[in-house]
């Protein structure tokens, strides 16, 4: 007598079908912080001309390259973000040449 057995999946076949929505979820979401870092970067870098230079600047080209290593797809707004942080501390250069050394003057 041939009996006709139904296999069920086994538990480690379920968990396998898991990690990989588990892996697709977590991609998704690691593009998405990316794409942020990236619009982060280009708004931190265009603020950095204007004010606080050597804070902005910076944070803007460190945003601008984790993005970039972690992929985005805004690609094209990581890498104005990462030359705006690098104009940012041109700014800062040239403001400091420009002034012998002093940025500010308190009490003339």
Do not use: C, K, Y
Not at 8 to 22: F, I, K, N, S, Y
Not at 32 to 53: R, Y
Not at 56 to 72: D, S
């Amino acid at each position: 007598m041939n009996q006709l057995s139904i296999q069920r999946p086994t538990t480690a076949a379920r968990d396998t079908d898991r990690t990989e929505g588990d892996r697709s979820t977590r991609r998704t979401e690691r593009v998405e912080n990316a794409d942020q870092m990236a619009v982060a970067s280009f708004i931190l870098g265009l603020l950095g001309l204007l004010v606080f230079n050597l804070v902005l600047g910076p944070l803007a080209a460190t945003l601008a390259a984790l993005a970039l290593a972690r992929q985005t797809r805004r690609r094209g707004r990581a890498l104005l973000g990462l030359a705006l942080g690098l104009a940012d501390l041109a700014v800062l250069a040239a403001t400091v040449l420009a002034g012998h050394g002093t940025i500010w003057q308190l009490g003339a």
